[in-house]
């Protein structure tokens, strides 16, 4: 083998090895979102992102600390 196919060879080696990374990394993110009771969201709705709380502006911080 050359340098060149060496080199592609072990490329392809860290990139094979990268996605089973990543995909590793998937499942331990969807087994906690599940444990954490998430479980009948991610049923209803398997491609939906899990909703961030609305940051508060000023003004509704302000009307919340005054009523």
Known sequence: MRN???WLYELEKRKI???SMVTD???DRYI???ISGLGEEIIKEPNAK???PKKL???E???KMLF
């Open 17 to 19: 090895v990268q996605e």
């Open 32 to 34: 906690k979102q599940i």
């Open 4 to 6: 060149d196919e060496k």
């Open 25 to 27: 990394h998937k499942k």
């Open 61 to 63: 911080k302000l009307m």
């Open 57 to 59: 502006s000023f003004f």
């Open 50 to 52: 899990p909703q961030k």
